[in-house]
């Protein structure tokens, strides 16, 4: 057995004071003697997505007993993206990773764990806890709660949360009665669960699957299933034993399990948020992978084998039971992935896969085989251009394909509300390009997600009419053409900042090219006249974050090159 961190504080003659510290909680020297394990969890009654995590802690913790070590668990903070929609709050959504990310490196750092589970599902949780192992490289497990099932049948799918948004628009413009809008509020979300839909918070949990960081369907067994709680006591098990192995974080996470996730997202077209995340975990892991380059590479030639809600009808549960993660890595293969990536269950890849029973019938509605594509390149693309000259996300998988080539008017303005004010007033028409900028991680701050104004494009029916281009982000359930993340963001004198209104804007998806149809003279002379705004926040977190964080294109994680300028 590897010799355990724990030690420092917990064993010997010198370290009674520790001991004594512990022991007054109840545990007992022989529970001192063991490995100390913890259990990071993100419960809370204010996020549906962890609302269950305190009977799946439980089980962790038995199966941590089981296979001989000691449980200790802690509490982390976790903030719904879904309740910070489209009011301050969502400013300190993106940040709030940062400081999931900081909370959990500082107790397992202070208390010198021996390993540790990570209990959360959602958009910033899952990926603040993947930084936090990548950063302290010790035995480490990500488990989700699971996903929430579908809800009453609405607009020709099963509903959730973001069909009143839909529905707003659709009321608006006078397509439901008022009775038909205020059905959803009771039976849209008829369980706990992270969002139904492959938004972010079930992409991440996917993910973290396909990167060997979560057992096989850990990321996606629905929240209100009795396997949910038997696969966290295999958890548990599982974390002991990579303690025994000395397998770390960092020999899971690698650039060729980084590589697989990007495949995988892709491959069943995740939400554009995982761009970013998925380069915050390398850059924490302090991997040489160039995420943005991979997964422009990748979209053109990894095949598209899944179609989950919004590309589809199907929700997240439904991609479970047609086999999920481990039917869309065994049907992608040797051909796209590194199948001999080392796994938490201690075997790899490959090995998982062979091992797997499907319990429920295929669905080629939902996954199908590498022979029969729903398409032949992937679901997310990277575009660039004189209007992204760093990056534009998008999300082809979601939008209907006659959008693959847009030219648009501009519309322009400076926030999120002003956006949405316009589009339900009926000022946006046909063949607008709406332009949201100043909502980056440092001008938002936070880099909020503009979700309302794309659902409410979608529910006065110009989805299949409209853009709609950002230097924010988009939630994973949003479909139409969008493209999010444009760097370098206005706040930082990126493009963005000087389109004007009636600018024509071209979006190119074949040739991965977004770009401002205004002469190049133009556009400097307008950006020698642009000025830097002042900060929105000139105190507490998001006064410190909107001047430390790095670029969209650059994962948003805190620049320490920022912080030792400041300094300067």
């Known amino acids: 057995m590897p010799k355990k961190n724990s030690d420092k504080i917990l064993k010997g003659t010198e370290n009674q004071y520790y001991r004594a510290t512990m022991k007054s909680m109840g545990f007992t020297t022989e529970d001192l003697k063991k490995p100390i394990i913890g259990i990071a969890n993100a419960w809370s009654e204010l996020v549906p997505g962890h609302y269950n995590l305190r009977q799946v802690a439980q089980r962790v913790k038995d199966g941590i007993y089981r296979n001989g070590g000691t449980p200790v668990e802690f509490g982390v903070i976790g903030g719904c993206d879904g309740m910070g929609q489209g009011h301050v709050g969502m400013n300190y959504i993106m940040p709030s990773r940062e400081l999931i990310a900081d909370s959990i490196e500082s107790m397992a750092q202070i208390n010198a764990l021996d390993g540790i589970v990570l209990l959360g599902s959602c958009d910033k949780i899952v990926p603040g806890m993947l930084m936090a192992a990548a950063r302290l490289d010790i035995p480490a497990i990500l488990l989700p709660g699971g996903p929430m099932d579908g809800g009453i049948e609405f607009d020709g799918r099963e509903s959730d949360q973001t069909s009143s948004m839909e529905a707003l628009g659709m009321l608006a413009a006078g397509k439901i009665t008022e009775e ?198 992937g679901g997310i693309a990277i575009l660039r251009g004189n209007l992204a000259p760093d990056t534009g996300v998008t999300k082809p998988g979601a939008f209907d394909r006659s959008l693959d080539h847009f030219k648009g008017r501009a519309v322009v303005f400076n926030s999120e ?110 950006l020698s006249k642009w000025r830097r705004p002042e900060p929105k926040f000139n105190s507490g977190y998001l006064g410190l974050y909107s001047r430390v964080a790095s670029s969209g294109s650059k994962g948003g994680v805190i620049d320490y090159n920022l912080l030792n300028k400041n300094q300067d």
């Open 417 to 526: 509300e002003e956006a949405e004010k316009a589009i339900l007033e009926g000022q946006i028409k046909e063949g607008d390009c709406v332009v949201i900028r100043y909502e980056g991680p440092k001008g938002g701050p936070g880099m909020r997600e503009m979700f309302k104004a794309m659902k409410l494009l979608y529910g006065r029916g110009l989805g299949k009419s409209t853009a709609l281009i950002t230097d924010g982000r988009f939630s994973g359930t949003n479909n139409g053409l969008f493209v999010g993340h444009i760097s370098p963001e206005a706040a930082e004198g990126g493009p963005i900042a000087i389109v004007e209104n009636g600018d024509e804007i071209e979006i190119d998806i074949q040739s991965r090219s977004i770009n401002l149809l205004v002469d190049d003279k133009t556009i400097e002379e307008r």
């Open 180 to 377: 038909q809008y205020k059905i959803l509020e009771d039976h849209s979300c008829p369980s706990c669960g992270s969002c139904s839909f492959l938004g972010t918070a079930n992409t991440m949990c996917a993910l973290s699957e396909v990167m060997g960081m979560t057992p096989p369907d850990g990321g996606i067994i629905p929240a209100t299933s009795a396997k949910r709680l038997q696969i966290a006591q295999d958890t548990g098990y599982y974390i002991m034993e990579l303690f025994k192995k000395d397998i770390t974080s960092r020999k899971i996470i690698t650039n060729k399990s980084i590589e697989n996730a990007i495949k995988v997202c892709t491959s069943m077209s995740g939400s554009t948020n995982a761009v970013m995340h998925l380069a915050a975990i390398a850059i924490e892991a302090e991997l040489d992978i160039d995420v943005l380059d991979t997964f422009n590479k990748f979209s053109y030639d990894t095949p598209r084998l899944a179609s989950v809600n919004p590309s589809s009808k199907w929700n997240v549960p439904d991609f479970y039971r047609a086999g999920g993660v481990v039917r869309i890595m065994q049907n992608l293969g040797d051909n796209h992935l590194n199948l001999n990536q080392l796994t938490v269950t201690g075997k790899t890849v490959r090995e998982n896969i062979e091992d797997h029973f499907y319990p429920f019938k295929e669905n080629n509605e939902v996954i199908r085989p590498l022979d029969n594509p729903f398409d032949y390149d």
